[in-house]
């Protein structure tokens, strides 16, 4: 009986543990640090002040994104940072054309509202293209997005990465925008991102720890 008892509070020590270890990996770091802080800290940011940021601070966020890994270190990314706010308009006008009648998802249903951006009113949109006929490029920009993300979200800069992009300029008929921002035939969009000082503070969303398991 003693020994049953001993077994059962053992186990249940057991569980208890497990579980609480499970919360920590998705709720709070158990070490802390810079980069870990940025990690934990970063959401995407939906709506910016309008004024532009600082170049030095851009320039630093440019060149982490750059100096992110990539197959054979071929970077096989080309970024674009666009400022100029008439273009802005036409992406953004060119994208609310596009999506009517679209049943689209996320903020995007939001397409034909007075005053929609598609990437949020941020006053610089970053362009990533990745290279069409190379199979590791993909993973390549995404690299070179979270460096863009973290490294701003150190200097509590707001980003937020928007797939719609893709959509938007890679269509047959958005060829000139493509030329507009050079963007070489060997390349097609693969996302954009939308950077500039936050106008909102959101809750982190919840992850699923259940996803990851140890093979031990
Ligand atoms: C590949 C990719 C495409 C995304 N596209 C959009 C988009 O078009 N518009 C948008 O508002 N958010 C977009 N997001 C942001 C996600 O909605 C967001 O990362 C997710 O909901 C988790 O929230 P968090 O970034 O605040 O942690 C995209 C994210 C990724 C990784």
Redesign the pocket.
Known sequence: MKKTLILLIGALAFISCKESKKEIATTMPQHKNEVVEAIKN???I?AYKPEQIDQAQLDTIIDCGINAPSALNKQTWEVRVIQNADLLKRINDSFVEKAKGKDLK???SRSQEPGFS?F?GSPTLIIVGREKNNPTSLVDCGLLAQNILLSAESMNIGT??????ASILNDPDAKEFLKEINMPDTHEVA?GISIGYKNES?E??PRDASKVQYIK
Do not use: L, W
């Open positions: 970063r959401r995407s939906r996320g903020s995007a598609v949020h937020c990465t928007i797939g719609n992009m996302f959101p982190a969303k």
